[in-house]
């Protein structure tokens, strides 16, 4: 288990954090949405008023430009992995996080025991078209008789006794009438993942003590509920109102995936470590933490589930790029048969409404060339007979940008795949360096190269 201030040393270790002054003049969530927008590192502002605050921790650079680090490279290392860990291990690895059998929870005790008098004297940010200070990247903890239930949580301090949130309406199903809950923010990487994983699997009524995340996050009880023990700041509340009359107009990504139903909270006590620092998340922005932990928690979740279908994994990976918010679905996979990857494509939009359009791709593509992916669109897809349209009726996507009137369209599938119909003679050969260049010019290199290395050889026998 990484806590978060220890996940934002290692990332400044790496040279993806950057720690800066609060800005006085700029909003904060202007500042982190620029950073994105410019596929800069993660950034930590240092207040001297409030808690310290941290953006771009759970997201990443932008795929379509060139860069050493990956959109998921940071997570990666959240979870305890290598930042330039496969992909695949990855999925593996969230997935892992969810409910799983033989769990044995630990429990520690709990970081956090200052007593805050207010929770307006944290000084969350406030954005620029926000009324009231917001809170971001939050896990709810419910307990009822099976144990504790995980969930997303985002929205507004009304005051120092209430808070406005938007949560899974699950959530509010396993709360009585002024039923407790605890918010959590400042969690480790592997909680909150777990949060967004249960939320788009639709498995938040799982208890989190069945759940692979309690394998190596330590717990502590609350008055709401469970909570990691790594925890900055805890937020015990009970339910005021569940129908309020405010309610934010952005939303979080995972909403894109479950209904989420607005509650108004009675704040009963706030707890913060000495020094906090919390994550927030420019809600509604491009390549957002966010949406960043939704797309690769959808992916790890389709990834497995595709793979189980057939009994075989001929899936090679998953992705849903946060550089499309989600709109689309890239898999790379061996075709077993002809007519396999209308099959799949059909499958991957039954598992989930967040993507339109899937690009199946051949299985030696990796998912950290995008840009490949793209190519191979161009090369091997053709418009007349490899991009396949539904039906004008077929179920609406959620998440696509473009689609403002919530009316249903078609949903399209682009075959990037050779087809194994095909003659040998159809395909076009692998690039390499026999065929990229003339036989003189192959022969020159090969001469300066052993050159170069019988040189090599001859200073270090004398050295010697």
Known sequence: MIPFTQYLRGLAGDGDLVTLDAPDDVPVDVVAAEALRASGPALRYERADGVDLASGTFSGPDQMRRRDSHPWSRLALGLGLDPDAPFVTLLDTITALGPAGGVEPTYAGQAASRTVDGVQELQLPRGTDDVWPSLTLGVVSVSTADGSHWAPIYGSVISDDTLGVSTPAVVSSLLDDGGTLSIALGVPPAAITTAYLLAVTGRIEHPVQDCGVADNVPLVPTNGGLVPSATELVIETTVEDRHPDFQSDRQEAWEHVVAST?????????????????????????????????????????????????????????????????????????????????????????????FDTVVIVDEDVSPRDLGRVLGDIWVKAHPSRDWIFSESAAPAAKRPRYRQDGETGSRLYVNAAWDPRWEDSYIAPRVAFEQSFPESVRDTARQAWNSRHDAESDDERDES
Do not use: K
């Not at 998340?281 to 932990?293: E, F, I, M, S, Y």
């Open 262 to 354: 607005p509650l108004a909270l009675s704040i009963e006590r706030v707890i913060a470590t000495d020094d906090p620092v919390l994550p927030f998340a420019p809600v509604g922005r491009p390549l957002a933490d966010d949406v960043q932990l939704t797309g690769l928690s959808a992916a790890a979740s389709l990834y497995h589930r595709v793979n189980d279908y057939w009994g075989i994994s001929p899936v090679e990976w998953v992705l849903l790029p946060a550089e499309t918010e989600l709109g689309i679905c890239f898999v790379a996979t061996d075709v077993l048969y002809a007519g396999f990857e209308w099959q799949l494509a059909n499958i991957l939009f039954t598992f989930s409404s967040l």
